[in-house]
């Protein structure tokens, strides 16, 4: 029932830009924190952009400065600004949910949710 959906992903060159946005759906109550993580080939998978509810953010080291993160509550979305992208920027993107409560029937549950990822590629 609850579902992470991010469309935003696509083809850019090397100093463009893109945004990804992620929307999650279900009889949800809250989430703590929403993030972005990213894989490339050959690559174990890392943290990029996180935000809390209350709007604190922490970002990787590689996209300090380029990359934006926000976050709209009452729609439950969480999108990423991108800027000054880079060919190390090419990787499988993934958000995720944190501590998200939502409802099944009568009852209350917390766990993670994972988005189903989109492609990045960045071109010189």
């Known amino acids: 029932q609850v579902q992470l959906v991010e469309p935003g992903g696509g083809l850019v060159q090397a100093g463009g830009s893109l945004r990804l946005s992620c929307a999650a759906s279900?009889?949800?109550?809250?989430?703590?924190?929403m993030g972005w993580y990213r894989q490339a080939p050959g690559k174990q998978r890392e943290l990029v952009a996180i935000?809390?509810?209350?709007?604190?953010?922490n970002y990787a080291d590689s996209v300090k400065g380029r990359f934006t993160i926000s976050r709209d509550n009452a729609k439950n979305t969480v999108s990423l600004r991108m800027n000054s992208l880079k060919l190390e920027d090419t990787a499988v993107y993934y958000c995720?949910?944190?501590?998200?409560?939502?409802?099944?029937?009568?009852?209350?549950?917390?766990?993670?949710?994972w988005g189903q990822g989109t492609q990045v590629t960045v071109s010189s």
């Open positions: 995720k949910a944190d501590g998200l409560r939502y409802y099944s029937g009568d009852f209350r549950y917390t766990s993670d949710f």
């Open positions: 279900g009889s949800i109550a809250s989430i703590n924190a």
């Open positions: 935000i809390s509810s209350a709007g604190s953010t």
